[in-house]
């Protein structure tokens, strides 16, 4: 099962330094996403990331980055989404859905797709889930056309759930990190995601 972080959407204090670890400790993939930064904001944080680790990295949006740095794909938000079609050389290339119909519409230009909320947010105050157990455990069981990847609410005592519904992956932010976090919080974190998910790739 593929875990993705997600990155909190302010600027974190030593966030370049807390990225690293968290590559260090096998962290696979991390979504640099900053939805009030510009291109050139989000470059700087790439600039303070060890370059070896970047071909981790999806970044959200900005696709120009892509010419300048080693990175893993792009992820494209709603307001980027008409961009899909763009074609790129090597990266990956994902987008969120928010609804099951919606995941035929993209599948063709996307390697995986997130699908949110899928329970109720931990970083987004009153931001409910949009699915019952039932309709997932439905709609999953059926062949779908590219990864999907759970978002919203998946705390570690939701990675079982996750595991169960046969999603492809889990991504995670609030129950990764928050303003407040310490290094050693969020390592902390990751560590627990990642005995989860080790446990649910042995069932």
Not at 5 to 18: C, F, M, R, S
Not at 123 to 136: D, H, I
Request: proline share 4%; glycine share 6%.
């Amino acid at each position: 099962m593929q875990f993705i972080a997600i990155t909190y959407p302010e600027k974190l204090k030593n966030e370049g330094e807390i990225i690293d670890t968290l590559f260090r400790e096998d962290l696979p993939c991390l979504h640099l996403r900053k939805p009030g930064m510009n291109a050139q904001a989000i470059a700087s944080l790439l600039n303070v990331i060890d370059n070896k680790f970047h071909h981790r990295i999806v970044v959200n949006d900005h696709i120009e980055l892509a010419d300048h740095y080693d990175i893993k794909g792009i992820h494209f938000s709603g307001r980027t989404r008409h961009l899909l079609a763009t074609p790129f050389n090597g990266i990956s290339k994902s987008c969120s859905c928010h609804s099951f119909s919606e995941i035929p519409e993209v599948s063709a230009f996307c390697d995986y797709v997130f699908l949110s909320p899928v329970f109720n947010s931990i970083s987004k105050n009153g931001y409910q889930s949009a699915f019952n157990y039932g309709e997932l455990k439905n709609q999953l069981s059926k062949p779908h056309p590219t990864d999907i990847i759970a978002l919203g609410g998946i705390s570690t005592d939701k990675i079982s759930q996750v595991c169960e519904l046969k999603f492809d992956g889990a991504a995670i932010l609030g129950g990764l990190w928050n303003e407040k976090s310490t290094m050693n919080e969020v390592v902390s974190n990751y560590n627990i995601y990642k005995k989860q998910l080790e446990q649910c790739d042995l069932m």
